[in-house]
């Protein structure tokens, strides 16, 4: 499990806890601190001493922070998690399950709820669930980067001959899934 952060210390606790929650317990947490100025290598050190893999690095964009990540993981399979999002504890389990099942698709993807920064209990579905498709989705993608990178779970051989443009600014997942399709 890849976690980003930079300076988003406020969420990291919610983020760390669904990473730590998971029902798959043969896991390792690895978290990017992307340049973070907000104390968050005291506070992880403070709260999670001997269960993250704590890697701070020059801030150099959403990236290369996760493309530092996928270097170090050391898994079978990679979940992308950012500090201020969350997922249920049987997420990876199910995924891991259905993928075993379909040894030949690389990537596979859930639907998400979104909600908002000041009222976390009001959910709504995440729009893009609509364009979710099986298979071949590069075409269907062209218009629409719908997939969310923490419904994903991806084997980590889909990561051999690709990774995130450190230079983009935007679209950064967008561009990535659509490369990865």
């Keep these: 499990i890849i976690v980003t952060t930079f300076n988003s210390k406020n969420w990291l606790k919610e983020s760390l806890d669904s990473a730590l929650a998971q029902t798959y317990s043969n896991r390792e947490i690895i978290l990017i601190d992307d340049g973070s100025t907000d104390d968050t290598e005291n506070w992880v050190g403070k709260h999670y001493p001997n269960n993250i893999n704590y890697i701070y690095k020059q801030n150099g964009g959403l990236a290369s922070a996760r493309n530092l990540g996928i270097t170090k993981a050391k898994g079978q399979y990679i979940q992308f998690l950012d500090a201020d999002d969350i997922i249920l504890p049987e997420k990876i389990s199910r995924q891991i399950f259905w993928l075993e099942d379909h040894l030949d698709y690389t990537v596979v993807y859930s639907d998400s709820f979104c909600f908002y920064d000041g009222s976390p209990q009001e959910t709504f579905d995440w729009w893009g669930k609509a364009?979710?498709?099986?298979?071949?989705?590069?075409?269907?993608?062209?218009?629409?980067?719908?997939?969310?990178?923490?419904a994903t779970l991806t084997r980590s051989t889909g990561f051999e001959n690709i990774e995130f443009n450190e230079n983009l600014k935007r679209c950064v997942d967008w561009d990535f899934w659509l490369n990865l399709s």
């Design 131 to 150: 364009l979710y498709r099986s298979g071949e989705i590069f075409e269907s993608m062209l218009d629409n980067g719908y997939i969310l990178s923490h």
